[in-house]
């Protein structure tokens, strides 16, 4: 599958994810385990400080380190998040929050990822690392 295919493929499959629809969150590019994603940031997605909140920083990135494992999985039913752990290092705002997610090892069933979440200025939000499961097709 090239690169355009594979990056429209995933967007039709993220469209079929209620959750991720409602967030708005898009898939940028992609690559041979890597991916980066965009969220709009809307008001109605803030804490009482104003900044995203920490749940929706948490499930961008868990779509962005899924996504990215996906990549290298594309015949499987998909994956599943089994574990994540996030860091919360900096308050999210502006228009667009980005996370950038890329695999570290890569198994049949489990796959090791980890990514960032920043602000369009670049500046850090969050970073985590997660264990993801491959659902694999039934033979």
């Not at 709009?40 to 900044?51: A, D, F, Q, R, V």
């Amino acid at each position: 599958m090239t690169g355009d295919a594979r990056l429209a493929f995933t967007r039709d499959y993220q469209k079929r994810i209620p959750f991720v629809s409602h967030l708005k969150i898009l898939t940028e590019t992609l690559g041979e385990g890597t991916a980066r994603l965009s969220l709009p940031i809307e008001p109605h997605l803030t804490n009482s400080i104003g900044t995203v909140h920490g749940g929706v920083i948490m499930s961008l990135l868990d779509v962005a380190l899924c996504t990215a494992a996906r990549t290298l999985h594309p015949d499987s039913l998909g994956v599943i998040t089994i574990d994540m752990s996030t860091s919360f290092i900096g308050g999210g705002s502006g228009a667009r929050l980005l996370a950038e997610a890329r695999v570290l090892k890569n198994g049949r069933s489990m796959i090791f990822v980890d990514g960032e979440a920043k602000n369009e200025d670049g500046s850090l939000v969050a970073k985590a690392i997660a264990t993801v499961r491959v659902r694999l097709k039934d033979r």
